[in-house]
């Protein structure tokens, strides 16, 4: 696998609060990198860096495709990094073929191109193994194929890297496993995906790597090798559980 984005040195301070110190941190194509750690440790703040939301202090660097950027919302998403927050940005009164391609709109000789649009949205929901009638509008949609129609749209626009933020929250137990098997189908397209979560029998199930921050900083970083669960969370929070 190739290294497709890194962060070297980073940190990030706020008015009297060092909420990154020091970070290093790195994703590969077709990887699945989680990110644990307790609320407050700093997961948030790096997902809005790579996002391009927040801009890191002097000194640390982004590098993607070898090349040192500077990232801002607009050139994240160019890039092809698209983060999937926890809290829904779906357009409810619309239907699932254009939430995908807002912002995106197929358009020849000034002609928008529904049909190939819809053509394209039958294509991706049928490779993520959902049965969504691609006309059923967003707002009827559970949690958890909402979340199946976000990671749809990062694919319809060639999205490289896809970040999901505890992106679990209020499913049921079978859209946790419908969005699980979706990860593990995407990832053998060569995505990159950051998995935040402090699920973890979520990220035991599909992470490559796991990196635990705590307290703005790096703790550690695991493959699942011999990796236990108790192991994790003492990383979490600083003592044995």
């Known amino acids: ?80 990094i698209q983060t999937i927050y926890q809290e829904h940005t779906v357009f409810d009164n619309l239907n699932i073929v254009e939430n995908i391609f807002t912002g995106s709109e197929i358009v020849k000789y000034g002609v928008l191109q529904k049909s190939e649009m819809r053509r394209q949205t039958v294509g991706v929901l049928k490779y993520l193994k959902s049965d969504l009638s691609p006309d059923r509008k967003m707002g009827e949609l559970s949690s958890g194929e909402q979340k199946t129609v976000e990671i749809a749209k990062g694919l319809v626009s060639k999205r490289r890297v896809i970040i999901l933020d505890e992106p679990t929250a209020s499913f049921s137990s079978v859209e946790i496993e419908n969005l699980l098997d979706i990860i593990q189908t995407v990832k053998q397209s060569g995505l990159g995906i950051i998995y935040i979560s402090h699920h973890l029998e979520e990220v035991f199930r599909i992470a490559d790597r796991i990196t635990v921050l705590r307290d703005g900083r790096k703790v550690s970083v695991y493959g699942l090798n011999g990796l236990t669960k108790a192991t994790l969370i003492k990383d979490m929070v600083g003592r044995d559980p």
């Open 1 to 80: 696998m190739s290294q497709m984005l890194q962060l070297r040195n980073v940190s990030k301070t706020f008015p009297g609060v060092l909420a990154l110190q020091n970070i290093s941190f790195d994703l590969n194509e077709g990887e699945v990198h989680c990110l644990c750690g307790e609320n407050g440790a700093g997961k948030s703040t790096l997902i809005k860096i790579l996002s391009g939301a927040y801009q890191p202090d002097e000194g640390g660097e982004i590098i993607f495709d070898g090349k040192r950027v500077t990232l801002n919302p607009h050139l994240a998403m160019q890039m092809g």
